[in-house]
């Protein structure tokens, strides 16, 4: 099974799926306007959450989450049994990606949105209480954001607000700044999660045709970007308590990004005088990254110098995935942790970060 | 070494004067009523320092704001880009990187004595290269003892 915990109890998954089988799923969970607006519009829940998951692509499910027919989870009971007890989990952070791909209606969004919460809050971490969870946010509406923020940010089981990677503008946009605001006033951390709006193109450049390209895109080219955004536009000089977690979308690229990104600052400071550091420490303040998919070479010797490039002690977050299968890269991630990393990465650094206690 | 640059009234605030002393090349700018000189050899890789935009600091407290001091304080090389502080040839390139050279700017003035000779009025300092006027105030540059040097392993020049 692709990305399996050591064996021992304690550890920490930062990023477990599980999604309604249909929006029959969160029919108790919508207010009456709603329940009419998807039935007479034959809205449905997509089957591929906006191509993000193609049922038969192998990347979708490992062969045993698909015998188990966790594409991903549908309810906390298969969880328990396949994922939650073999594995012996002390907490799992519950990832809904499935309103990602909602249409363009602000209105219906931000419905859909809450009805996802009040299922995942009623429905999983009432039944569980290994449970955490990232509540989802509307993206078309600012407002309507912090407020459902307001109304369920300080259930202490709700650590973090899922976003898309996948936007109409950059996180560090000024647009989303009370968004961010709130989540940080709410001790909640940013998850910034892989897909989003199939109109969102996964290239600065336009849209692309192929799962391929998408896939790539979410660990290499979106995140980076998002990464550039929020780091640029102060986004944690105004917010200094805010914490950012990336997930599903890599981690390899990150040195890299931050060597030309600080010396281009070098250069341009002035363009941006509230960066009152280099943007790698930034990073290395206020964002994380979750260990699914790995991204990693064959070779033991390379692969401990990208972990030695990356800090990987302190800034990475295990996470399964599950049930996504990412192929072999985290195996060699974990074969080249000493004990020390495998305790920060496996539970102390989540712990941590989502103030888990 | 003492190098007269100019005479201060030929030299106006917001100016700059490349001088040549034997091999090495020194930028002196007035910024205000302030003197900076450094050396015009940018210790990244040897650049003409001393020909490249002078900035102030600009600070904020938050996005979207801009303070920006009144006085220009940073050379930027021509070639990359490198930052310098005026005064102090501080880099601002990070940890390790080699400050300018810098050396000390005074305005003096002229000791009022040398007797006309033949028309021709003796300068103070180094009167061949520059007429002097008694009671003149000149702009001298210290480039020998004194001055202050810094450690700049590339910087020397």
Request: hydrophobic share 40%; charged share 20%; glycine share 8%.
């Amino acid at each position: 099974m692709t990305a399996a915990a050591p064996a021992g109890t304690g550890t920490i998954d930062t990023d477990v799926h599980c999604a309604p089988a249909s929006l029959a799923d969160l029919t108790p969970y919508f207010e009456p306007y709603w329940r009419t607006y998807v039935l007479e519009g034959g809205v449905s829940l997509s089957a591929t959450q906006g191509l993000a998951y193609p049922p038969q692509a192998p990347t979708t499910a490992t062969p045993e989450a698909r015998e188990a027919g966790l594409t991903p989870a549908r309810t906390v009971g298969d969880l328990r049994a396949h994922v939650l007890d073999p594995q012996g989990l002390r907490a799992a952070l519950l990832t809904c990606t499935a309103s990602f791909a909602c249409n363009r209606n602000p209105y219906y969004e931000a419905a859909l949105t809450r009805a996802v919460n009040d299922w995942m809050i009623t429905e999983w971490l009432d039944a569980d209480d290994r449970l955490r969870a990232g509540m989802v946010v509307p993206t078309l509406d600012t407002e309507a954001a912090v407020a459902e923020i307001e109304r369920i940010g300080d259930d202490p089981r709700v650590v973090q607000v899922l976003l898309p990677t996948r936007t109409d503008a950059p996180w560090g946009n000024k647009r989303h700044r009370p968004l961010l605001r709130a989540a940080a006033e709410h001790g909640l951390v940013v998850g910034l999660h892989a897909w989003g709006r199939v109109g969102n193109a996964p290239t600065s450049s336009g849209l692309t045709h192929t799962y391929l390209e998408d896939y790539l895109a979410n660990s290499q080219t979106i995140v980076q970007a998002q990464v550039a955004s929020l780091v640029t536009e102060g986004v944690f000089a105004e917010l200094p308590d805010l914490r950012v977690t990336l997930l599903e979308s890599g981690f390899s690229w990150l040195p890299t990004l931050l060597w030309r990104f600080d010396k281009d600052w070098k250069g341009v400071w002035r363009e941006v005088p509230w960066l009152d550091s280099k943007p790698s420490d930034v990073v290395r303040g206020h964002i994380r990254l979750t260990t699914n998919p790995a991204h990693l070479p064959r070779q033991a010797t390379q692969v401990r110098q990208a972990l030695d490039l990356l800090d990987a002690k302190a800034m990475l977050l295990y996470s399964s995935d599950h049930p996504h299968d990412h192929g072999t890269g985290h195996d060699r991630l974990v074969a080249a942790l000493t004990p020390d990393e495998r305790d920060a990465i496996f539970a102390g650094n989540a712990a941590e970060w989502y103030r888990l206690g | 070494m003492r190098i007269v640059v100019s005479r201060l009234e030929d030299f106006p605030p917001g100016e700059r004067r490349i001088v040549q002393a034997g091999r090495r090349s020194i930028g002196v700018f007035r910024v205000g009523d302030n003197f900076y000189a450094l050396n015009n050899y940018c210790p990244h890789q040897g650049g003409p320092l001393c020909l490249g935009t002078t900035q102030p600091w600009v600070t904020s407290a938050r996005p979207g704001e801009f303070v920006l001091d009144e006085q220009e304080a940073l050379v930027a090389c021509p070639w990359h880009g490198w930052e310098y502080d005026l005064a102090t040839g501080q880099s601002f390139l990070g940890p390790g990187e080699p400050p300018a050279r810098t050396y000390d700017v005074k305005v003096e003035v002229a000791s009022g004595e040398g007797e006309p000779k033949g028309g021709r009025i003796p300068g103070p300092y180094v009167a061949e290269t520059y007429p002097v006027h008694v009671e003149d105030a000149y702009v001298v540059v210290e480039t020998t003892s004194g001055s202050r040097r810094r450690e700049t392993p590339g910087g020397e020049g």
